[in-house]
């Protein structure tokens, strides 16, 4: 690597704060589910446009619930779970770096992160929420996005 001169220095060091600060605020508003966070048809609504082709049974699962639940969740007026939430805010995150199987995939893959366990496994547990928020953003990064 080159020696760099005082001023490239400062100009160096601002590119890889200004980076950083890029990422986070990505993450911020990437972490954001589709539609409103209180209404579970409008969470619904984006999990199937961020998911093209995944079945109701296989997004049922994800969400813990039955598909005649989900169904009528999917007519909107209710407040979603806290599960619910959290699925629609790892899928935000997850669904530009990864193709819909993909993304749905990383929930039944067992990480070392979650003491082993897949995601799946411990989404309605409220101490892994931050562990699996991180999970995805690390996933994420490490397909390029």
Do not use: C, N
Request: no cysteine.
């Amino acid at each position: 690597m080159a020696l760099l001169l005082p001023g490239q220095l400062l100009r160096h060091s601002f590119a890889i704060h200004a980076e950083a600060v890029r990422h986070i605020v990505r993450d911020a508003l990437d972490g954001q589910a589709k539609g409103g966070e209180e209404d579970a048809g409008e969470l619904l609504e984006g999990l199937s446009t961020q998911l093209p082709g995944v079945s109701r049974k296989e997004l049922s699962g994800l969400l813990g619930v039955g598909e005649r639940q989900m169904q009528r969740l999917a007519k909107g007026g209710s407040r979603p779970s806290d599960r619910l939430r959290l699925v629609s805010r790892l899928v935000a995150l997850l669904w530009r770096a990864w193709t819909p199987a993909g993304v749905i995939a990383w929930f039944y893959r067992p990480r070392r992160d979650l003491d082993g366990k897949p995601p799946i496994d411990v989404l309605g547990d409220p101490e892994y929420e931050r562990s699996l928020m991180v999970a995805a953003r690390q996933g994420r990064a490490q397909h390029g996005s």
